[in-house]
C-alpha cells in the first residue's frame, strides 16, 4: 500500500482504470498491487463524499495555513517515492538544520538580552 498516497493524485476518471488494474493484478496473482488499486478507488469515491462538508465547514484562513503543510507532505511524499526514503530523511533534516540554526541564534540573543536587561 505504499503508492497509494500517489493515486490520490489521479482524477477520479481514472477510477475504472484503476479497478481493471485491480482486476488483472488479481488475475495475476500481485494481491498487494491489487488491494493497492482498490483502496485507492474506495478513497477516490469515499473521501470527496465524507470530507466535504467537513472542509466546508471550516474557515477558509484556516485551510489557508493548513496549505504550506500539505503542500510540503506532498513533496515528501514524491520525493520518496522517486528516490527513496533516506534521500527524503537527509534533505528534511538539511532544511531543519539551515532553518534551526538561525533561529536557535536568534532565540539564544534574545535569551542574552533578557538577561543582561
Do not use: E, K, N
Not at 498516497?5 to 498491487?33: E, H, K, Q, W
Not at 539551515?98 to 532565540?107: D, H, K, M, Q, V
Amino acid at each position: 500500500m505504499r503508492g497509494t498516497g500517489l493515486l490520490m493524485l489521479l482524477p477520479v476518471v481514472a477510477a475504472p482504470l484503476l479497478v481493471v488494474l485491480g482486476g488483472l493484478a488479481t488475475i495475476v496473482g500481485a494481491r498487494s498491487f491489487a488491494r493497492t488499486m482498490f483502496t485507492a478507488v474506495a478513497v477516490m469515491i469515499l473521501a470527496p463524499v465524507a470530507l466535504g462538508p467537513l472542509l466546508a465547514a471550516v474557515p477558509s484562513w484556516l485551510l489557508l495555513l493548513a496549505l504550506p503543510a500539505m503542500s510540503f507532505m506532498l513533496v515528501g511524499g514524491l520525493v520518496t517515492a522517486l528516490f527513496g526514503q533516506r534521500v527524503w530523511d537527509m534533505a528534511l533534516g538539511r532544511l531543519i538544520a539551515r532553518f534551526l540554526a538561525p533561529a536557535w541564534i536568534l532565540a539564544t540573543v534574545v535569551a542574552l538580552v533578557f538577561v543582561l536587561v
